[in-house]
């Protein structure tokens, strides 16, 4: 980080959006220079933020939607750059949404429904980004469900019923998306029922 590589990596995603392969291996040495739970950590996910990752990440996603691999990527990244309990990472989740990831995350599990990994980190991505108890985390949920989430993560659990991390992740996701005391909290609720999430 130090020796400038986000920037870097941004600028290549950026520079050859063509390429699936490099949108591939940029995201994943995002998602590996981004991991930790460290103070180090959440500083890295701030500089990828700030380097503009979010807009390349969900730009790579849109132009190879056909490519599994880098829907895979993809979605771990943003799953990455959004985590976080402290304030940095609750103000990492609005611009991810803002930058299109939540339909483009739903669009992947959709195009990728055979492909349990990316099912799984999907599911993953949408429960870092959803979370949050404020009015932001709020729109979020209300987003991922008006972009087809719950449709797409019941999908993804009878699909995949023998592979219990993305059984995990699915009801992960589902608790996310439903939960809320506010009438939007409540209003979520019953498209999660009739989106079959309960039998």
């Known amino acids: 980080?130090?020796?400038?590589?986000?920037?870097?990596?941004?600028?290549?995603?950026?520079?050859?959006?063509?390429?699936?392969?490099?949108?591939?291996?940029?995201?994943?040495?995002?998602?590996?220079?981004?991991?930790?739970?460290?103070?180090?950590?959440?500083?890295?996910?701030?500089?990828?933020?700030?380097?503009?990752?979010?807009t390349q990440i969900v730009a790579a996603m849109r132009a190879h939607a056909a490519n599994a691999a880098v829907q895979e990527q993809a979605c771990r990244t943003l799953s990455n750059i959004a985590y976080g309990n402290d304030a940095q990472g609750y103000a990492r989740r609005q611009p991810t949404v803002d930058a299109g990831a939540l339909p483009q995350i739903v669009a992947a599990m959709r195009g990728h429904t055979a492909n349990?990994?990316?099912?799984?980190?999907?599911?993953?991505?949408?429960?870092?980004?959803t979370s949050g108890v404020n009015v932001q985390g709020r729109a979020r949920r209300r987003v991922a469900a008006d972009a087809g989430a719950l449709t797409q993560?019941?999908?993804?659990?009878?699909?995949?019923?023998?592979?219990?991390?993305?059984?995990?992740?699915?009801?992960?996701?589902?608790?996310?998306?439903?939960?809320?005391?506010?009438?939007?909290?409540?209003?979520?609720?019953?498209?999660?029922?009739?989106?079959?999430?309960?039998?």
């Open 1 to 54: 980080v130090d020796a400038g590589a986000l920037p870097q990596i941004v600028a290549a995603m950026r520079g050859h959006t063509a390429n699936a392969s490099t949108q591939e291996v940029a995201c994943w040495a995002l998602v590996n220079i981004t991991s930790g739970v460290n103070v180090q950590g959440r500083a890295r996910r701030r500089v990828a933020a700030d380097a503009g990752a979010l």
């Open 116 to 129: 349990a990994s990316t099912q799984e980190v999907a599911c993953w991505a949408l429960v870092n980004i």
């Open 153 to 199: 993560i019941v999908a993804a659990m009878r699909a995949h019923a023998a592979n219990a991390a993305v059984q995990e992740q699915a009801c992960r996701t589902l608790s996310n998306i439903a939960y809320g005391n506010d009438a939007q909290g409540y209003a979520r609720r019953q498209p999660t029922v009739d989106a079959g999430a309960l039998p």
